[in-house]
């Protein structure tokens, strides 16, 4: 018996590394993904999710919490739709990617989750794919009490209250302190103002953010409307 253990050993080892081959060559999407592997020092804890609110006709409104089954992704400009598609296979979190839709500045896709993952995991998703360098803009999707699903846009639209101050100069020092940029006016006081992975935060954040200050008359995002994947 014991002659025959080299050979058993090497026809085991031959049978491991054949599966190790065909493992690495395999595409993502054909992996099951485990929602337990994102993040999970920072997803675990049962830290609870934020509950999202912006503005509108000066009454705050209520959105909750971020929903769990898709985001809102844009990419680099001169990425086409197959390459966007090769740049999420890269994160197991993310199934399929929806049909794009063209805001003013952005071409932003809807992103399929994975299911199984909390809001809280959603938001550290957004966090990491922030990272990736394909990636411009990154935000989360809520779902409306009519069960619409509302996407956080790129853009935001400001409006700056009139004889105070040039709108252009307070947008041009909110933009510059915010990190987000002027893409057009609707009329002499009021802008659409646009975000990326590098502002200050998604359009809604950064809505919010300028409707509190100084000089502002209103400031609200721009949604998506999407139907779930």
């Known amino acids: 018996m014991k002659i025959y253990i080299p050979w058993l050993s090497s026809l085991l080892l031959i049978i491991i590394f054949s599966s190790c081959r065909n493992d690495n060559v395999s595409p993502i999407r054909n992996v099951r993904f485990d929602p337990g592997l994102l993040n999970p020092m920072q997803a ?12 509108f006709n000066d009454s ?20 086409s739709a197959e390459q966007a598609t090769t740049v999420v ?14 805001s003013n500045s952005a071409r932003l896709y ?3 989750l994975a299911p199984g993952l909390s809001c809280r995991q959603v938001e550290v998703a957004l966090a990491e794919i922030s990272k990736d360098p394909a990636v411009g803009y990154a935000a989360p999707y809520f779902e409306s009490a009519g069960g ?16 105070r101050q040039p709108a252009a100069q307070v947008l041009k020092h909110l933009s510059a302190a915010t990190n987000t940029e002027i893409v057009s006016a609707l009329s002499e006081d ?7 992975k590098n502002s200050r935060g998604n359009a809604l954040e950064m ?13 609200e995002p721009d ?4 139907l779930a994947m």
Request: aromatic share 14%; proline share 3%; glycine share 8%.
């Open 223 to 226: 949604f998506v409307v999407s």
């Open 89 to 102: 296979e890269r994160h197991g979190f993310i199934e399929a990617l929806g049909q794009p839709v063209q």
């Open 148 to 163: 619409q699903l509302l996407g956080v846009s790129n853009e935001f639209i400001v409006t700056v209250e009139q004889g």
């Open 207 to 219: 809505a919010n953010f300028f409707y509190k200050q100084p000089f502002i008359k209103h400031a």
């Open 190 to 196: 009021t802008f659409v103002l646009r975000a990326d």
């Open 60 to 79: 705050e409104k209520s959105l909750g919490t971020v929903y769990s089954g898709m985001v809102l992704l844009s990419f680099s400009d001169e990425l």
């Open 44 to 55: 675990a804890g049962g830290a609870s999710c934020i509950s999202h609110t912006y503005y």
């Open 110 to 112: 809807p992103a399929k």
